[in-house]
């Protein structure tokens, strides 16, 4: 994975991230934990990281679920 901002000083981090549902209706869903790897430019700080596809199926299940399609109803 190469940063996008066209620096070169940029250096790789674990991380993990609790993702939450968009609005009021994503409190009643459980989050997403990720662990990637972040790549950070040490310049201006523009990160990018991937969610792997376990991670990646929750999100889209979430979204597409009966209940989240009649909330946002």
Do not use: Y
Request: charged residues 20%.
């Amino acid at each position: 994975m190469k940063n996008t901002c066209g620096h070169n000083n940029e250096r790789q981090f674990p991380a993990e991230i609790n993702i939450h549902f968009p609005g009021m209706e994503g409190l009643e869903k459980p989050s997403v934990w990720a662990f990637p790897r972040l790549l950070v430019c040490l310049d201006c700080g523009l990160t990018q990281f991937q969610i792997a596809e376990t991670q990646l199926r929750q999100l889209t299940e979430g979204e597409s679920s009966p209940r989240a399609k009649s909330i946002a109803a």
